[in-house]
T-cell receptor, first 113, second 110 residues
Framework: ETGVTQTPRHLVMGMTNKKSLKCEQH?????MYWYKQSAKKPLELMFV???????ENNSVPSRFSPECPNSSHLFLHLHTLQPEDSALYLC????????????FGPGTRLTVL | GQNIDQPTEMTATEGAIVQINCTYQ??????LFWYQQHAGEAPTFLSY????GLEEKGRFSSFLSRSKGYSYLLLKELQMKDSASYLC???????????FGAGTTVTVRA
């Protein structure tokens, strides 16, 4: 499998549930990102990991908890979410330097009831 | 700070040309990216400009003016498959983070 993959593609959860989103990249990159994409709004950067260390946390509520066990995998743990957290969650990866373009996964469409 | 502006929607006819403008106010600017995103799919990289001027890639071209804080994406010989959202994103110096605009939805009509 190549590129950036995300699972699940769709997730419906209640406000009291705990779930996790998974991202995997097969591009040999060493930086990984979580973004939130809501309708008609810009992509919002949530977290950045570089060389498995978190280097950015964009004032994201603590009900979102990222984990990066190695340079190929990134998780987003979710608990006690709110309906306004319903959105498309995109994972991306890149190599610093040069063009540094980010490669995106297909996203997880999250609905919080 | 970061402020990226682009039009919300554009409509054009198959075979025509469309130009999507993007203005940015980015401290320590170091590059402008364009991405294409079809509904329900991942954004895919189209182009990257760091120097002033025009970069051409087949039917798509991207232009940058650093002094004006301005870029455009030019789509020529439009095809139905070009119907998508086009995202403009600016990068800061010494920083691998991107700040995105809200995207321009382009609809190509027969």
């Amino acid at each position: 499998e190549t590129g950036v993959t995300q699972t699940p593609r769709h997730l419906v959860m209640g406000m009291t549930n705990k779930k996790s989103l998974k991202c995997e990249q097969h591009l040999g990159h060493n930086a990984m990102y979580w973004y939130k994409q809501s309708a008609k709004k810009p992509l919002e950067l949530m977290f950045v990991y570089s060389l498995e260390e978190r280097v950015e946390n964009n004032s994201v509520p603590s009900r979102f908890s990222p984990e990066c066990p190695n340079s190929s995998h990134l998780f987003l743990h979710l608990h006690t979410l709110q309906p306004e957290d319903s959105a498309l969650y995109l994972c991306a990866s890149s190599s610093p330097g040069g063009g540094g373009e980010q490669f995106f996964g297909p996203g997880t469409r999250l609905t919080v009831l | 700070g970061q402020n990226i502006d682009q039009p919300t929607e554009m409509t054009a006819t198959e075979g025509a040309i469309v130009q999507i403008n993007c203005t940015y106010q980015t401290s320590g600017f170091n590059g402008l990216f364009w991405y294409q995103q079809h509904a329900g799919e991942a954004p895919t990289f189209l182009s990257y400009n760091v120097l002033d001027g025009l970069e051409e890639k087949g039917r798509f071209s991207s232009f940058l003016s650093r002094s004006k804080g301005y870029s455009y994406l030019l789509l020529k010989e439009l095809q139905m498959k070009d119907s998508a959202s086009y995202l403009c994103a600016a990068r800061r110096s010494n920083d691998y983070k991107l700040s995105f605009g809200a995207g321009t939805t382009v609809t190509v009509r027969a």
